[in-house]
Nanobody, 125 residues
Framework: QVQLVESGGGLVQPGGSLTLTCEAS????????IIWFRQVPGKEREAVLC????????VYLDSVKGRFSGSRDKTKNAVYLHMNNLKAEDTGTYFC??????????????????RGQGTQVTVSS
């Protein structure tokens, strides 16, 4: 089955860290631009950061700059979102989306080919 699957979410205390994983099955992520999004009920989805196929990284969300980063492991066909110093306002469902031909900027506003179901992150004491 061709899909993206996220994992690694959970409950974490403020100041803690999590690493989310976006794994692809049925295709290789090597040539895909991947965006991590955050979705909170009642709000529009927010683009968090891009892990481009060129290995460039772009953080879109000002509130996470300096705390979140992205990486890619081609041997595991996976992209990661590393989240440090988590805050309550980071709570939400995080999902990855990817496209081979759309740029990261276009994926943010458009309809990428693949999107995962998401993993819940709750930051609370």
């Amino acid at each position: 089955q061709v899909q993206l699957v996220e994992s690694g979410g959970g409950l974490v205390q403020p100041g803690g860290s999590l690493t989310l994983t976006c794994e692809a099955s049925g295709f290789s992520l090597d040539y895909y631009n991947i965006i991590w999004f955050r979705q909170v009920p009642g709000k529009e989805r927010e683009a968090v950061l891009c892990v481009a196929r060129t290995e460039n990284r772009q953080v879109y969300l000002d509130s996470v700059k300096g705390r979140f980063s992205g990486s890619r492991d081609k041997t595991k066909n996976a992209v990661y979102l590393h989240m440090n110093n988590l805050k309550a306002e980071d709570t939400g469902t995080y999902f990855c989306a990817g496209d081979r031909f759309l740029s990261c900027r276009t994926i943010v506003d458009g309809q990428p080919t693949y999107r995962g179901q998401g993993t819940q992150v709750t930051v609370s004491s």
